[in-house]
């Protein structure tokens, strides 16, 4: 059972807007930052929004994240094929001392 | 460029150990904290441990406090992680990955490509 919640899965057609929701506690997301991480099928995962909405070089715009209070949110707007794959926020706990993910989100392009 | 490259997987018997190592280079090892995350085939992830820049702080998930250690050589520009009295449910892809701070609190970036550890009998 992960710390964190996420959906297990999400769904779009093509050019749509969808968002994941990322859900902790004051402990972890209330406290501290939260990443997200992209995982394409076959891959190691990949840094995809730092400190709650910053997105490292290279990651399209269409790519936004959010936070508020204990939730956070990842937004990916004109979908596309290529964003098929597993989503993961993380962030550190600071009452466990460890860091905690969130189950993963697997993201379908219909 | 940075890059991390796990080594040391392989095939164990429950109750046996297995040492995994992280090669790094294209950058200054020795200023950044190092992470193990791990993945249960069809899983997903799961922080196993953090080490400092300087290896002073070190902290565990609990699923694997006792019976793993992290440790690095930074003369070699290498982590390491010790897996002790391993277990059924420690089968998973091991990836090393760099902190973007000196300690644990940053983010991970980048990952390393994994290395399969696989407890059987």
């Known amino acids: 059972q992960a710390v964190l919640t996420q959906p297990p899965s999400a769904s779009g057609t093509p050019g749509q807007r969808v968002t994941i929701s990322c859900s902790g506690s004051?402990?972890?997301?209330?406290?501290?930052?939260v990443h997200w991480y992209q995982q394409l099928p076959g891959t190691a995962p990949k840094l995809l929004i730092s400190?709650?909405?910053q997105r490292p070089s290279g990651v399209p715009d269409r790519f936004s994240g959010s936070k508020s209070g204990t939730s956070a949110s990842l937004a990916i707007s004109g979908l596309r094929s290529e964003d098929e794959a597993d989503y993961y926020c993380?962030?550190?706990?600071?009452?466990?001392?460890?860091?905690?993910f969130g189950g993963g989100t697997k993201l379908t392009v219909l | 460029q940075v890059q991390l490259v796990e080594s040391g997987g392989g095939v164990v018997q429950p109750g046996r150990s297995l040492r995994l190592s992280c090669a790094v280079s294209?950058?200054?090892?020795?200023?950044?904290?190092m992470h193990w995350v791990r993945q249960a085939p069809g899983k997903g992830l799961e922080w196993v441990a953090v080490?400092?820049?300087?290896?002073?702080?070190?902290y565990y998930a609990d699923s694997v406090k006792g019976r793993f250690s992290i440790s690095r050589d930074n003369s070699k520009d290498t982590l390491y992680l010790q897996m002790n009295s391993l277990r059924v449910e420690d089968t998973a892809v091991y990836y090393c990955a760099k902190d973007s701070h000196s300690s644990w609190y940053g983010y991970f970036d980048p990952w390393g490509q994994g290395t399969l550890v696989t407890v059987s009998s």
């Open positions: 993380a962030a550190w706990d600071d009452s466990l001392s460890v860091w905690v």
């Open positions: 004051t402990s972890n997301i209330g406290s501290n930052y």
């Open positions: 080490i400092s820049y300087d290896g002073s702080s070190k």
């Open positions: 400190r709650n909405n």
């Open positions: 294209g950058f200054t090892f020795s200023s950044y904290g």
